[in-house]
Structures are given as C-alpha cells and as structure tokens.
C-alpha cells in the first residue's frame, strides 16, 4: 500500500524537475537569442557568402596549393575589390553630378529645350504633356520655384535611399569578412553542419538535408548573381548604342542593383527621360525606351527560368519561396524562403512515402496454447 504513494511523489518530483530544467533551458536560449539578434543579419548573410563562395576555393586551392585560410583571404580581397572599385567610381561620378546640377540651378543656366511638335499630337495624354513641357521651357525659373516643395522632398527620399545603400554596402563588406572567416574552416563547418542535421533529423536523412540546404542557397545565388549579369549586359548594350553619357557606370549601377534585389528600372526610367529630353520624342528614342523598359523588368522573367537550377526540388517551389521570403524577410527571404519550402517539401514527401510500420503479433506460449 505504501509503494502507490512514493512512486506517485517520485513522479510527481521528476515531473517538477523536469519542468525545472525545462525552463533554465528556455531562459538560456531566450537571452542567447537576444544577444545573438543586432548580428543575426549579419551572420546570416556571412553563411550565405560563405557557402556561395566555397565552390570557388574548392577549385582554387587545388590549383594554386595554398591552405584554405590562404585561399579565402585571397577571395574575399578579391571580391570586396570587385565591389567597392565600382562602388566608388559610380559615387564619384554622382557626386560630380549633384555638383554640376547644383552650379547649374544656383547661377540660374537651367535651361530645357521646346518640345517636339510631334508629342501634342500623341493621344490622351499627349497635349497636357506638350503644354506642361512649353511651360518649363519658358519659364524655368517660375516652375523650379512652384515645384521647390516637392524638389526638396524628392531630394531628401534620395538622399535617405543613397544612405540605405550605404548602409547596405557596409554590412556586405563585413559579410564578405566574416564569410571568408568561415571559409578558412570550411570542411569543419560542412562536418558540423552534417552533425547538427543528423541530431535532428536522424543519421540517413541528415547528410541529404544538408545537401539539400547546400544546393539551394547555391542555386539561389548564382540565379540571381546571373539574372543580374544578363540585365546588366541587355542594358548597357543598349546604352552604349545610344551613346547615353557614362554607359559603363550605369550598367555597373545595373548589376550591383540585380544583386542587391532592387528593381532596375531605378537607372533605366531617368535615363529614357533624359533622351527624350535632350533629343526629343523620335522614333529611334521611342524604340530605344521600350527596349530599355523591358530589359529593366526582365528579370521578373529571367527567375523562373534560373533559379532553382541543380536542385532536387521542382522550381516552382523554389520560385515561391523566393518571391515569398523576399515580401516577408527582404533580401535575406530571398535565400531563407526557398531552403525552408524545399526543406518542408522534401521531409513532407519522405514522411509520405515511408511505409508504416508492420505489427507483428507476439508468439503465444506453449501454456497458452494448453489453455486454449
């Protein structure tokens, strides 16, 4: 009678216990989460870089001989040159620009040429814009002062999104550090990863889970890395035919914009309005904006088409994890999207394609054959 009560205590002090422990666990990870936070972006798109990249020092480190250290330090230098040389070359020449355009407003030299008289015979629209561009061809100076509000506005929204660029371009440049830290101990890393997939989901299906994750920020990357590179050569193509001022900055502009994930019409539309206002509304310059127009959204196209690639998992499931990662998580959603749906999609159909398992029924004893 007195063993119903002990063990009764006895699990009832377990159960408190573990409780206990429950909690100093959860309070751990709850404050290793909070000092973890302010660099979370940071690392995570350190591991990015890092798994792109480490491709690249597989195939070098066999060629030049050096240890991985070596290596990735010599990429990393590599790519942050890459970056930053065109980075500072299109500041320069925006700088010299706002300059210029600032000299120009301040002595009062603006000056915009008559419309064509073909733009008032345009349909719908195209009288309002010839009288409106008739009146800012008279009279310069009375409309930068009606619009001064508005200028000032703009000019500040530009200023803060040069800034958010900035901003952008500094923490990948410490990505870029940090990344190539990780790769200096790149098999340890790819070891650990393998360990850490296996603990939580067994050891059969933890090395495919970590390939899996693997192939898909890689397939990811190069997607966008390559929509980027044909954006910029459709349009610097066309720039250069045209003969629009400082073509090779733009289409720099062009790529590092596809990179970062942010439209390219931000270079294309001031640059079609500048032709049409400095040679008017031809038809070379009306082919030459719709050619460029399209180019600039051509990688709504282009990522059904790329991404995905090398993947075990069908693309559309990689293209909504992209375009939903992106809408919810920014450009980090970009890559963290696509690994959680085909992570998901790959667990989902193993789990459907494991057979249950067989109850087999226990032998029965020879008493139990005498009883019955």
Known sequence: MLQAPYATATMSRTLIDSLIRFGLVALLATFCFQIFRPFMNLLVWSVILAITLYPLQVRLRGRIFAGEGRTATLIIVLVIAIVLVPTYLLGMALIESIEQAMAIARHGELRIPPPPEALAGWPLAGRRLHDAWTMAATDTAGLLEKLGPQIRAASLTVLGAIGGVGVGLLMF?????????????????????????????????????????????????????????????????????KGVPGAGLLALAVLLLGIMQLPATLITIPVILLVFASEGASATNIIFAIYVFIAGLADNVLKPLLLGRGVDVPMPVILVGALGGMVTGGVIGLFIGPIVLAVGYRLFWQWVDEPPPRIEAEPRSNADITAG
């Open 173 to 241: 440049v410490g990505a870029l550090i940090i990344s190539g830290v990780i790769m200096a101990y790149g098999e340890e890393g790819t070891r650990s990863a393998v360990r850490i997939a296996s603990r939580i989901t067994g050891p059969e299906r933890g090395p495919r889970l970590a390939a899996l994750c693997t192939a898909t920020i890689r397939a990811v990357a190069q997607g966008v890395v390559g929509i980027a590179f044909i954006q910029m050569l459709l349009i610097g193509v066309a720039f250069v035919l």
